[in-house]
């Protein structure tokens, strides 16, 4: 899964107090999910990450290049600024997050989508960083197709 915003309130309204992930799940939607099925494991948060208020009682923390108002209602009715601007916030994340043992999951996964977003972001931004994984995928990968 990959969280794209964290948004929570302090009001007392209708909705309540909460706090919600937006994570892109397995089937790649973008669902809010409440925090209370998640245990945090790290404070960090990734470097072009921003606080914002979106209403006198809610709040938003999520990357700057997304966190202008009607970014979520661009992003399902598929514009493509919108779906640009996530992707390349995804690839970001994926850049400064990903660990060795993360990329050795993903590439030995059958999860073709995220396999070849992996090669692409990794090819685009030139990030050798996990090189020999990728090796040893292509060494498997051709090795499959010898006659």
Not at 140 to 146: A, I, R
Request: with cysteine; net charge negative; glycine share 0%.
């Amino acid at each position: 899964m990959t969280l794209s915003s964290i948004e929570f309130s302090n009001s007392l309204s209708t909705s309540g107090n909460y706090i919600k992930f937006r994570l892109q799940n397995d089937d790649n939607s973008i669902i809010p999910y409440s925090a209370n099925l998640f245990e945090i494991v790290s404070d960090k948060l990734n470097s072009a990450w921003i606080f914002n208020q979106k209403t006198k009682n809610n709040y938003w923390i999520l990357p700057k290049e997304i966190s202008y108002n009607s970014f979520w209602e661009d992003y399902y009715n598929d514009e493509i600024v919108a779906r640009k601007h996530f992707n390349h916030v995804k690839e970001v994340l994926y850049l400064e997050e990903l660990a060795e043992e993360d990329v050795h999951d993903i590439l030995y996964s059958n999860k073709e989508e995220e396999i070849d977003f992996i090669l692409n972001v990794l090819m685009k931004n030139k990030c050798d960083r996990f090189i020999n994984y990728v090796v040893d995928y292509a060494s498997v990968e051709l090795s499959s197709y010898k006659k």
